[in-house]
Protein backbone atom coordinates (compact mmCIF):
# COMPACT_ATOMS: atom_id res chain seq x y z
CA UNK A 1 0.00 0.00 0.00
CA UNK A 2 2.91 2.49 0.87
CA UNK A 3 3.85 1.97 -2.73
CA UNK A 4 0.93 2.62 -4.47
CA UNK A 5 0.45 5.87 -2.23
CA UNK A 6 3.81 6.87 -2.94
CA UNK A 7 3.39 6.46 -6.57
CA UNK A 8 0.25 8.14 -6.34
CA UNK A 9 1.93 11.38 -4.64
CA UNK A 10 4.71 11.50 -7.22
CA UNK A 11 2.24 10.64 -10.43
CA UNK A 12 -0.35 13.07 -9.53
CA UNK A 13 2.04 15.37 -8.51
CA UNK A 14 4.38 15.39 -11.55
CA UNK A 15 0.93 15.38 -14.22
CA UNK A 16 -0.65 18.29 -12.51
CA UNK A 17 2.49 20.26 -12.75
CA UNK A 18 2.74 19.49 -16.33
CA UNK A 19 -0.40 19.72 -16.98
CA UNK A 20 -0.70 23.31 -15.46
CA UNK A 21 2.50 24.78 -17.27
CA UNK A 22 4.54 24.31 -14.00
CA UNK A 23 6.61 21.78 -14.48
CA UNK A 24 9.56 23.90 -12.60
CA UNK A 25 7.61 23.03 -9.05
CA UNK A 26 8.68 19.52 -9.32
CA UNK A 27 12.06 20.37 -9.21
CA UNK A 28 11.82 22.58 -6.59
CA UNK A 29 9.74 20.11 -4.68
CA UNK A 30 12.16 17.47 -4.87
CA UNK A 31 15.39 20.00 -4.29
CA UNK A 32 13.04 21.15 -0.63
CA UNK A 33 12.31 17.46 0.36
CA UNK A 34 15.70 16.51 0.41
CA UNK A 35 16.78 19.48 2.40
CA UNK A 36 13.71 19.31 4.85
CA UNK A 37 14.77 15.51 5.55
CA UNK A 38 18.29 17.11 6.57
CA UNK A 39 17.09 19.42 8.62
CA UNK A 40 14.75 17.01 10.17
CA UNK A 41 17.39 14.41 10.61
CA UNK A 42 20.47 16.68 11.80
CA UNK A 43 17.49 17.57 14.87
CA UNK A 44 16.49 14.31 15.52
CA UNK A 45 19.67 12.60 15.36
CA UNK A 46 20.43 14.44 18.75
CA UNK A 47 17.08 13.72 20.28
CA UNK A 48 17.19 10.27 19.79
CA UNK A 49 21.06 9.72 20.82
CA UNK A 50 20.60 11.36 23.83
CA UNK A 51 17.25 9.43 24.97
CA UNK A 52 18.89 6.47 24.10
CA UNK A 53 21.72 7.44 26.43
CA UNK A 54 19.52 7.89 28.82
CA UNK A 55 17.65 4.58 28.42
CA UNK A 56 21.11 2.73 28.53
CA UNK A 57 21.44 4.18 32.16
CA UNK A 58 17.60 3.28 32.92
CA UNK A 59 18.05 -0.47 31.64
CA UNK A 60 21.62 -1.02 33.47
CA UNK A 61 20.13 0.69 36.59
CA UNK A 62 17.13 -1.94 37.07
CA UNK A 63 14.94 1.11 36.05
CA UNK A 64 13.26 0.14 33.28
CA UNK A 65 12.29 -2.97 34.88
CA UNK A 66 10.19 -0.99 37.45
CA UNK A 67 8.38 0.76 34.78
CA UNK A 68 7.76 -2.47 32.68
CA UNK A 69 6.18 -3.36 36.00
CA UNK A 70 4.58 -0.28 36.14
CA UNK A 71 3.37 -0.73 32.79
CA UNK A 72 1.75 -4.25 33.29
CA UNK A 73 -2.26 -3.69 34.04
CA UNK A 74 -1.97 -1.55 30.86
CA UNK A 75 0.41 -3.55 28.51
CA UNK A 76 -0.41 -7.02 29.06
CA UNK A 77 -3.68 -6.24 26.96
CA UNK A 78 -2.02 -3.77 24.31
CA UNK A 79 1.21 -6.07 23.71
CA UNK A 80 0.32 -9.45 24.60
CA UNK A 81 2.75 -10.71 22.89
CA UNK A 82 5.50 -9.03 25.11
CA UNK A 83 7.49 -10.48 28.13
CA UNK A 84 6.24 -8.83 31.70
CA UNK A 85 9.53 -7.87 32.54
CA UNK A 86 10.82 -7.08 28.88
CA UNK A 87 12.48 -3.24 28.60
CA UNK A 88 10.53 -2.88 25.87
CA UNK A 89 7.68 -2.42 28.37
CA UNK A 90 9.27 0.56 30.10
CA UNK A 91 9.80 1.76 26.55
CA UNK A 92 6.58 1.68 25.43
CA UNK A 93 5.18 3.54 28.89
CA UNK A 94 7.76 6.21 28.55
CA UNK A 95 7.15 6.77 24.74
CA UNK A 96 3.01 6.87 25.55
CA UNK A 97 3.65 8.74 28.86
CA UNK A 98 5.35 11.26 26.59
CA UNK A 99 2.71 11.70 23.80
CA UNK A 100 -0.08 12.07 26.19
CA UNK A 101 1.72 14.81 27.92
CA UNK A 102 2.07 16.33 24.43
CA UNK A 103 6.38 16.50 25.17
CA UNK A 104 6.66 17.25 21.34
CA UNK A 105 10.38 16.65 21.07
CA UNK A 106 10.67 13.50 23.16
CA UNK A 107 8.11 11.96 21.35
CA UNK A 108 10.11 10.30 18.40
CA UNK A 109 12.88 9.36 20.36
CA UNK A 110 10.97 7.02 22.63
CA UNK A 111 8.99 5.43 20.27
CA UNK A 112 11.74 4.69 17.98
CA UNK A 113 13.51 3.16 21.41
CA UNK A 114 10.08 1.55 22.09
CA UNK A 115 10.18 -0.01 18.18
CA UNK A 116 14.07 -1.04 18.55
CA UNK A 117 12.83 -2.72 21.62
CA UNK A 118 9.74 -4.18 19.58
CA UNK A 119 12.10 -5.61 16.89
CA UNK A 120 14.07 -7.40 19.23
CA UNK A 121 10.78 -9.84 20.06
CA UNK A 122 10.19 -9.76 16.85
CA UNK A 123 10.33 -12.96 14.47
CA UNK A 124 9.59 -12.04 11.04
CA UNK A 125 12.38 -9.14 10.95
CA UNK A 126 10.82 -7.10 8.00
CA UNK A 127 7.81 -7.14 8.69
CA UNK A 128 5.47 -5.27 12.02
CA UNK A 129 4.93 -7.70 14.59
CA UNK A 130 1.24 -7.44 16.04
CA UNK A 131 2.57 -5.34 18.88
CA UNK A 132 4.47 -3.03 16.67
CA UNK A 133 1.05 -2.57 14.94
CA UNK A 134 -0.56 -1.53 18.00
CA UNK A 135 2.14 0.91 18.55
CA UNK A 136 2.15 2.48 16.00
CA UNK A 137 -1.80 2.97 15.61
CA UNK A 138 -1.69 4.58 19.06
CA UNK A 139 0.57 6.56 17.94
CA UNK A 140 -0.49 8.05 14.97
CA UNK A 141 -3.94 8.64 16.04
CA UNK A 142 -2.57 10.84 18.91
CA UNK A 143 -2.72 10.36 22.59
CA UNK A 144 -2.54 13.79 23.31
CA UNK A 145 -4.13 15.23 25.91
CA UNK A 146 -2.46 18.01 26.56
CA UNK A 147 -2.04 20.21 23.49
CA UNK A 148 0.33 22.74 24.61
CA UNK A 149 1.38 23.79 21.26
CA UNK A 150 -2.49 24.40 19.76
CA UNK A 151 -2.59 26.37 23.47
CA UNK A 152 0.20 28.78 23.09
CA UNK A 153 -0.89 29.46 19.35
CA UNK A 154 -4.46 30.41 20.60
CA UNK A 155 -3.46 32.73 22.75
CA UNK A 156 -1.02 34.47 21.14
CA UNK A 157 -3.56 35.29 18.53
CA UNK A 158 -5.83 36.64 20.74
CA UNK A 159 -7.84 34.22 22.02
CA UNK A 160 -10.38 34.61 25.01
CA UNK A 161 -9.85 31.24 25.91
CA UNK A 162 -7.05 29.14 24.92
CA UNK A 163 -8.11 26.20 26.38
CA UNK A 164 -11.53 26.22 25.84
CA UNK A 165 -10.92 23.03 22.83
CA UNK A 166 -9.00 20.83 25.27
CA UNK A 167 -12.12 19.13 26.01
CA UNK A 168 -13.18 18.51 22.14
CA UNK A 169 -9.97 17.76 21.21
CA UNK A 170 -9.68 14.92 24.26
CA UNK A 171 -12.91 13.76 22.87
CA UNK A 172 -11.63 13.53 19.03
CA UNK A 173 -8.49 12.38 20.38
CA UNK A 174 -10.35 9.25 22.15
CA UNK A 175 -12.65 8.45 19.31
CA UNK A 176 -9.55 8.36 16.67
CA UNK A 177 -7.99 5.73 19.11
CA UNK A 178 -10.88 3.36 19.66
CA UNK A 179 -11.26 3.55 16.20
CA UNK A 180 -7.19 2.76 15.54
CA UNK A 181 -7.49 -0.18 18.16
CA UNK A 182 -10.56 -1.60 16.59
CA UNK A 183 -9.83 -1.72 13.40
CA UNK A 184 -6.32 -3.34 14.91
CA UNK A 185 -8.05 -5.90 16.35
CA UNK A 186 -10.05 -6.66 12.99
CA UNK A 187 -7.56 -5.99 10.33
CA UNK A 188 -4.47 -7.64 11.63
CA UNK A 189 -5.58 -11.06 10.51
CA UNK A 190 -5.73 -10.17 7.62
CA UNK A 191 -2.68 -8.71 7.05
CA UNK A 192 -0.04 -11.21 7.97
CA UNK B 1 -7.26 20.54 36.32
CA UNK B 2 -6.01 22.41 33.06
CA UNK B 3 -2.72 24.15 35.39
CA UNK B 4 -1.87 20.54 36.90
CA UNK B 5 -1.58 19.09 33.54
CA UNK B 6 0.67 22.26 31.84
CA UNK B 7 2.88 22.00 35.07
CA UNK B 8 3.20 18.15 34.94
CA UNK B 9 4.41 18.44 31.01
CA UNK B 10 6.61 21.30 31.94
CA UNK B 11 8.38 19.44 34.87
CA UNK B 12 8.32 15.84 32.81
CA UNK B 13 11.38 15.87 31.22
CA UNK B 14 13.75 17.23 33.78
CA UNK B 15 12.45 15.27 36.27
CA UNK B 16 12.90 11.87 34.23
CA UNK B 17 16.12 13.28 33.20
CA UNK B 18 17.56 14.14 36.99
CA UNK B 19 15.76 10.58 38.02
CA UNK B 20 17.36 8.34 35.61
CA UNK B 21 20.85 9.44 36.16
CA UNK B 22 20.33 9.96 39.57
CA UNK B 23 18.89 6.31 39.95
CA UNK B 24 21.66 5.22 38.04
CA UNK B 25 24.17 6.85 40.46
CA UNK B 26 22.60 5.43 43.43
CA UNK B 27 22.57 2.01 41.56
CA UNK B 28 26.61 2.29 41.74
CA UNK B 29 26.36 1.98 37.33
CA UNK B 30 28.91 4.24 35.87
CA UNK B 31 26.46 6.43 34.13
CA UNK B 32 28.68 8.92 32.13
CA UNK B 33 29.87 5.39 30.31
CA UNK B 34 26.43 4.05 30.15
CA UNK B 35 24.90 6.97 28.79
CA UNK B 36 27.59 7.86 25.92
CA UNK B 37 27.45 3.53 24.90
CA UNK B 38 23.82 4.29 24.57
CA UNK B 39 23.77 7.47 22.54
CA UNK B 40 26.28 5.47 19.98
CA UNK B 41 23.63 3.42 18.98
CA UNK B 42 21.20 6.27 18.85
CA UNK B 43 23.21 7.88 15.23
CA UNK B 44 22.70 4.71 13.95
CA UNK B 45 19.41 5.12 13.53
CA UNK B 46 18.86 8.29 12.38
CA UNK B 47 20.92 7.17 9.66
CA UNK B 48 18.88 4.13 8.97
CA UNK B 49 15.72 6.47 9.07
CA UNK B 50 16.87 9.17 6.67
CA UNK B 51 16.44 7.63 3.28
CA UNK B 52 12.88 6.21 4.20
CA UNK B 53 12.06 10.13 5.66
CA UNK B 54 13.46 11.39 2.30
CA UNK B 55 11.49 9.00 -0.13
CA UNK B 56 8.26 10.35 1.64
CA UNK B 57 9.31 14.46 2.07
CA UNK B 58 9.88 14.15 -1.43
CA UNK B 59 7.13 12.79 -2.54
CA UNK B 60 4.53 15.03 -0.19
CA UNK B 61 6.37 18.02 -1.43
CA UNK B 62 5.99 17.05 -5.39
CA UNK B 63 2.29 16.43 -3.96
CA UNK B 64 1.83 19.90 -2.42
CA UNK B 65 3.59 22.18 -4.45
CA UNK B 66 2.49 20.85 -8.02
CA UNK B 67 -1.21 21.32 -7.26
CA UNK B 68 -2.17 17.96 -6.72
CA UNK B 69 -3.15 18.38 -3.13
CA UNK B 70 -5.70 21.59 -4.20
CA UNK B 71 -7.12 18.87 -6.51
CA UNK B 72 -8.21 16.37 -4.16
CA UNK B 73 -9.37 18.91 -1.90
CA UNK B 74 -11.60 20.21 -4.96
CA UNK B 75 -12.96 16.83 -5.20
CA UNK B 76 -13.81 16.03 -1.68
CA UNK B 77 -15.95 19.95 -1.66
CA UNK B 78 -19.59 17.94 -2.25
CA UNK B 79 -18.95 15.46 0.59
CA UNK B 80 -18.05 18.38 2.67
CA UNK B 81 -20.58 20.87 2.10
CA UNK B 82 -22.79 18.27 2.35
CA UNK B 83 -22.81 17.44 6.10
CA UNK B 84 -22.03 21.50 6.26
CA UNK B 85 -18.64 21.25 7.29
CA UNK B 86 -17.03 25.14 6.38
CA UNK B 87 -14.87 24.31 3.67
CA UNK B 88 -12.19 26.22 4.93
CA UNK B 89 -10.70 23.66 7.07
CA UNK B 90 -10.54 21.25 4.68
CA UNK B 91 -7.06 21.77 3.26
CA UNK B 92 -6.07 21.57 7.14
CA UNK B 93 -7.55 18.23 7.18
CA UNK B 94 -5.89 16.96 4.61
CA UNK B 95 -2.34 18.01 5.07
CA UNK B 96 -2.18 17.17 8.77
CA UNK B 97 -1.05 13.77 7.96
CA UNK B 98 0.93 14.42 5.60
CA UNK B 99 3.10 17.20 7.02
CA UNK B 100 3.40 18.47 10.90
CA UNK B 101 4.77 22.25 9.85
CA UNK B 102 2.41 22.27 7.16
CA UNK B 103 -0.16 21.75 9.11
CA UNK B 104 0.89 24.12 11.36
CA UNK B 105 0.73 26.69 9.33
CA UNK B 106 -1.94 26.38 7.93
CA UNK B 107 -3.84 26.88 11.42
CA UNK B 108 -1.86 29.48 12.16
CA UNK B 109 -3.57 31.55 9.10
CA UNK B 110 -6.80 29.84 9.42
CA UNK B 111 -6.83 31.74 13.26
CA UNK B 112 -5.36 34.73 11.50
CA UNK B 113 -8.11 34.87 9.28
CA UNK B 114 -10.98 34.20 10.89
CA UNK B 115 -9.61 34.93 14.28
CA UNK B 116 -9.59 31.45 16.89
CA UNK B 117 -12.67 31.71 18.53
CA UNK B 118 -14.32 31.36 15.44
CA UNK B 119 -15.93 28.52 14.68
CA UNK B 120 -13.17 28.19 11.81
CA UNK B 121 -10.85 28.41 14.98
CA UNK B 122 -12.06 26.04 17.00
CA UNK B 123 -12.38 23.31 14.67
CA UNK B 124 -8.66 24.38 13.35
CA UNK B 125 -7.63 23.36 16.67
CA UNK B 126 -9.83 20.48 17.22
CA UNK B 127 -8.73 18.65 14.21
CA UNK B 128 -5.14 19.41 14.86
CA UNK B 129 -4.97 18.40 18.44
CA UNK B 130 -6.42 14.93 17.67
CA UNK B 131 -4.87 13.78 15.45
CA UNK B 132 -1.07 13.15 14.22
CA UNK B 133 1.44 13.63 11.28
CA UNK B 134 0.51 9.83 10.46
CA UNK B 135 2.92 9.52 7.32
CA UNK B 136 5.56 10.45 9.40
CA UNK B 137 4.99 8.54 12.38
CA UNK B 138 4.90 5.38 9.79
CA UNK B 139 7.45 6.21 8.00
CA UNK B 140 10.14 7.33 10.94
CA UNK B 141 8.80 4.32 13.34
CA UNK B 142 9.18 1.52 10.60
CA UNK B 143 12.38 3.23 8.98
CA UNK B 144 13.92 2.91 11.89
CA UNK B 145 14.21 -0.78 12.74
CA UNK B 146 14.33 -1.80 9.23
CA UNK B 147 10.88 -2.87 8.43
CA UNK B 148 9.77 -3.34 4.90
CA UNK B 149 5.86 -4.73 5.40
CA UNK B 150 3.74 -2.39 7.44
CA UNK B 151 0.53 -5.04 7.03
CA UNK B 152 -2.15 -2.89 7.67
CA UNK B 153 -0.83 -0.18 9.45
CA UNK B 154 -0.95 2.77 7.05
CA UNK B 155 -4.89 1.90 6.29
CA UNK B 156 -5.87 1.32 9.99
CA UNK B 157 -4.03 5.20 11.15
CA UNK B 158 -5.44 6.48 7.74
CA UNK B 159 -9.05 5.45 8.47
CA UNK B 160 -8.90 6.18 12.29
CA UNK B 161 -7.86 9.65 10.86
CA UNK B 162 -11.10 10.22 8.98
CA UNK B 163 -12.91 9.03 12.43
CA UNK B 164 -10.88 11.87 14.57
CA UNK B 165 -11.81 14.57 11.34
CA UNK B 166 -15.62 13.46 12.10
CA UNK B 167 -15.30 13.46 15.90
CA UNK B 168 -13.77 16.53 15.39
CA UNK B 169 -16.37 18.28 13.76
CA UNK B 170 -19.14 16.13 15.84
CA UNK B 171 -18.16 17.71 18.81
CA UNK B 172 -17.09 21.26 18.18
CA UNK B 173 -20.39 21.92 16.02
CA UNK B 174 -22.23 20.47 19.05
CA UNK B 175 -20.57 22.70 22.18
CA UNK B 176 -20.29 25.44 20.53
CA UNK B 177 -23.09 26.12 18.29
Not at chain 1, 62 to 83: E, F, H, I, T
Not at chain 1, 127 to 136: A, N
Amino acid sequence: MVNYIWFFMIASGVITAALTGRIDTITDAIVKGAEQTITIAIGLAGLIAFWSGMMQIAEESGLMKLLAKAMRPVGRRLYPDVPPEHPAMGALLLAMAANVLGLGNACTPLGIKSMEELQKLNRKKDTLSDSMCTFVLLTSSSLTIIPGTIIALRAAQGSSAPAEVVGPIIFATMCSTASALILDRILRRFYR
Amino acid sequence: MLNILTQISRWAIPVMFFGIVFVGLIKKIAVYEAFVSGAKNGFYTTARLAPNLLAMLVAIQIFRVSGALEIVIGMLRPITSLFRIPEEVLPLALMRPLSGSGSLGLMVQLFEEYGPDSLIGRLASAIMGSSETTFYVLTVYTGAVGIKRTRHCLAASLISDLVGFAAAVFIVFTVFM
